[in-house]
């Protein structure tokens, strides 16, 4: 089991970067898949990057590819998603997750606002 927090987010102008972390504690962080999802007023929560528990591989939501990139530190039990060229729709709360072993996502974070003007 995993208690995930949130931080980094922020006001940015268009164009600007944000990097978000999650830190994680619990144990066996590496075991978990890690993954960051984002809701804007009045969507649903959606997709917006993993990183593998096994082999560290990464996938993208078409909408950031090329301009998010997610890591991870298992030595600091922490994720992160360094965002640049950020878009006025990439406001949202963003919301880090953890999956067990590549399982369904069964932990999440409070979340962070980013708020990005045009």
């Known amino acids: 089991q995993v208690q995930l927090v949130e931080s980094g987010g922020g006001l940015a102008q268009a164009g600007d970067s944000l990097r978000l972390s999650c830190a994680a504690s619990?144990?066996?962080?590496?075991?978990?898949?890690m993954g960051w999802f984002r809701q804007a007023p009045g969507k649903d929560r959606e997709f917006v990057a993993d990183?593998?528990?096994?082999?560290?591989?990464?996938s993208y939501a078409d909408s950031v590819k090329g301009r998010f990139t997610i890591s991870r530190e298992n030595a600091k039990n922490t994720v992160y998603l360094q965002m640049t060229g950020l878009k006025p729709e990439d406001t949202g709360v963003y919301l880090c997750?953890?999956?067990?072993?590549?399982?369904?996502?069964?932990?999440w974070g409070q979340g962070t606002q980013v708020t990005v003007s045009s």
């Open positions: 997750g953890g999956a067990y072993t590549g399982g369904a996502y069964g932990y």
């Open positions: 619990g144990r066996n962080f590496a075991l978990y898949t």
């Open positions: 990183i593998s528990w096994r082999a560290g591989r990464t």
